[in-house]
């Protein structure tokens, strides 16, 4: 026996405005999937943002490739303080845009990927992270996935209220 859940017309979306998810039945899987991905993209990109400063999980310069930092002038701790601002940025902009910033985590998650392409194939065997780069694979798929679930369950904030309602 398949049900049809009909929306509710009286429900009122997670934050009012131009920006965030639209109200849907909290039953539907999918869109319990678009809020799965939307807290976790929203948060986990803020946290190891922030945890670029402080080093506690991990020391993350260990994790970069020297190159990138020597071709700016910077030390790799200063670099990674520079990822760090960015993934903060990252997690913020998921939870106020989650239509268009998950591309925007796809394509970091992707320079990611080839900063430990480029450790693992040039580490001369020592150092291999190719676990890591395909968890981040991972990742960037989910935040795809994210952007393609945030196209029925997110508003366009570039649209005006009356086109969305018509």
């Known amino acids: 026996m398949h049900q049809t859940i009909a929306p509710n017309e009286t429900q009122r979306p997670i934050i009012n405005g131009r920006l965030g998810p639209l109200a849907s039945d909290i039953r539907e899987p999918?869109?319990?999937?678009f809020l799965l991905l939307w807290a976790g993209f929203t948060a986990a990109p803020f946290l190891f943002g922030l945890d670029k400063f402080f080093n506690w999980m991990t020391f993350w310069p260990s994790y970069l490739w020297a190159g990138f930092p020597h071709l700016i002038g910077v030390?790799?701790?200063?670099?990674?303080?520079?990822?760090g601002?960015?993934?903060m940025v990252a997690g913020?902009?998921?939870?106020l845009a989650p239509r268009f910033a998950p591309y925007?985590?796809?394509?970091?998650?992707?320079?990611?990927?080839?900063?430990?392409v480029i450790i693992s194939a040039a580490g001369g065997g020592h150092v291999k992270l190719w676990d890591i780069a395909l968890r981040d694979f991972g990742l960037l798929l989910a935040a795809l996935a994210l952007a393609r679930l945030a196209a029925?369950?997110?508003?366009?904030?570039?649209?005006?209220k009356a086109s969305r309602l018509s």
């Open 152 to 160: 029925i369950y997110a508003p366009n904030p570039f649209r005006s």
């Open 30 to 33: 999918a869109y319990q999937a």
């Open 104 to 116: 925007v985590v796809a394509g970091w998650l992707g320079g990611i990927i080839t900063n430990l």
């Open 75 to 83: 030390t790799p701790q200063q670099f990674m303080y520079g990822v």
């Open 85 to 87: 601002v960015v993934e």
């Open 92 to 95: 913020v902009l998921v939870f």
